[in-house]
């Protein structure tokens, strides 16, 4: 079975500029998880998407990113325009079911994003 | 709200040493609560977990944590480390809503 897959797993982009993100979870998982690492710091939650529908998205740091999942598969991340402070690693996560608290979550590798 | 902390950001061990990476969490409600590892350019995978029951988890590999409620501890153990442990070592919780709260992790590095 294919773990959580996550592309590009490096982007270098100058501020202003616009970077997509993708995540695909694990197959019939419901729950997709986008989690944020800036340099230093702990992994931040930034939302839950429980199949298309934005389940919790208290962690967006500003309008600035915007997050989709058509149809309830692949997530994609979406940050416009750019700014120095949104480098960091983006970590995507899954699990099963959504209402079961203890659901694992699986994660990917990660998004490295540089913003020069 | 719920808050990690990790107090030590980096642990250097000698192979075959024991080690323990501490984890205190803060929460008004009940939670569960986790150790990820991630390894050198991979993902982050799950080591154990604590759920409920029995205070004492392990996992596969070796590592155990014990869950202390009246300290609001969930440090991690292992007895004899591997090179092959070296790796970034976070602690996290889980309340209601499903998502993780994190620390700031452990870097371990495994010494020959």
């Known amino acids: 079975e294919a773990g959580v897959t996550q592309f590009p797993s490096h982007s270098v982009i100058e501020k202003g500029q616009t970077v997509t993100l993708r995540c695909d979870p694990i197959?019939?998982?419901?729950?997709l998880y986008w989690y944020r690492r800036v340099m230093g710091k702990e992994i931040k939650f930034l939302l839950h998407?429980?199949?298309?529908?934005?389940?919790?998205e208290s962690g967006m740091p500003n309008n600035r990113f915007l997050a989709e999942r058509t149809g309830g598969t692949y997530s994609t991340l979406k940050v416009q325009p750019a700014e120095l402070e949104d480098s960091g690693v983006y970590f995507c996560?899954?699990?099963?079911?959504?209402?079961?608290?203890?659901?694992?979550?699986?994660f990917g590798p990660g998004t490295r994003l540089l913003v020069l | 709200a719920q808050s990690v902390t990790q107090l030590d950001s980096q642990v250097p061990v000698f192979e075959e040493a024991p080690v323990e990476l501490r984890c205190n969490y803060s929460?008004?409600?009940?939670?569960?609560l986790f150790w990820y590892v991630q390894y050198p350019n991979q993902g982050l995978q799950l080591l154990l977990k604590?759920?409920?029951?029995?205070?004492l988890v392990k996992s596969i590999n070796g590592f155990e944590a014990e869950f202390n409620k009246s300290q609001t501890s969930f440090h991690l153990r292992k007895p004899s480390v591997h090179i092959s442990d070296t790796a970034e070592y976070f602690c996290?919780?889980?309340?209601?809503?499903?998502?993780?709260?994190f620390g700031g992790g452990t870097r371990v590095l495994v010494k020959p």
């Open positions: 197959s019939g998982h419901d729950n």
């Open positions: 996560a899954s699990s099963q079911d959504w209402g079961l608290a203890q659901e694992t979550q699986y």
């Open positions: 998407f429980v199949k298309e529908s934005k389940q919790d």
């Open positions: 929460s008004s409600v009940s939670v569960y």
């Open positions: 604590y759920l409920s029951g029995s205070t």
């Open positions: 996290a919780v889980q309340a209601a809503g499903n998502k993780l709260t």
